[in-house]
């Protein structure tokens, strides 16, 4: 089953997606046997977070589409909001 961004949008309410978006930087670690990426886009002062099995070439000064939606996180009693990315392709 082809998962193309329309139809997760329809499907799912709170989604957003942001098309040519700037990558202004990008940060792999490790955690465990998964990589969390980190993405922080031109023009939004939230990252943007998914995970993968490895790594990956940067992403930093490339343009991407990105469908995600927003999700936060309590780390030591303070309230952390990052964008949840779904899906993520190079423009």
Do not use: C
């Not at 961004?5 to 046997?33: M, P």
């Not at 993405?39 to 990105?66: C, E, H, I, W």
Request: charge should be positive.
């Amino acid at each position: 089953m082809k998962s193309d961004s329309k139809s997760l949008l329809k499907k799912h309410a709170q989604l957003t997606e942001t098309e040519n978006a700037r990558v202004h930087s990008h940060v792999q670690r490790d955690e465990g046997d998964w990589v969390r990426h980190t993405l922080m886009l031109t023009g939004y002062d939230v990252p943007f977070v998914f995970r993968r099995k490895g790594v990956y070439r940067s992403l930093q000064g490339a343009r991407v589409n990105v469908t995600y939606y927003p999700h936060a996180e309590m780390v030591a009693g303070i309230e952390f909001e990052y964008m949840k990315v779904v899906r993520i392709k190079r423009a």
